[in-house]
């Protein structure tokens, strides 16, 4: 809980520049990783989070907003 918690918190998270470039080489990098072109809404290299997907509830069938997956990498979870 303590997690869903944190993560309601958020309203954006920073994306991974390197990763559509030439790949992220970083084993726990501590941004999103997304394809150029996935469908998702980005505002200046900071992906918009689901708030329904965050409390389990987005009903959408192509959601625009970023579900962040049920296990995060080590780099973005809550202290």
Do not use: S, W
């Amino acid at each position: 809980m303590k997690v869903l918690l944190y993560l309601q918190l958020l309203d954006t998270l920073p994306v991974c520049q390197d990763f559509n470039r030439q790949g992220c080489t970083r084993p726990t990098c501590r941004f999103v990783h997304i394809r150029e072109g996935c469908g998702l809404q980005v505002v200046g290299c900071r992906v918009v989070v689901c708030r329904d997907a965050a409390a389990g509830t987005c009903r959408r069938a192509a959601c625009r907003y970023y579900h962040i997956p049920v296990q995060l990498p080590p780099a973005l979870r809550p202290p």
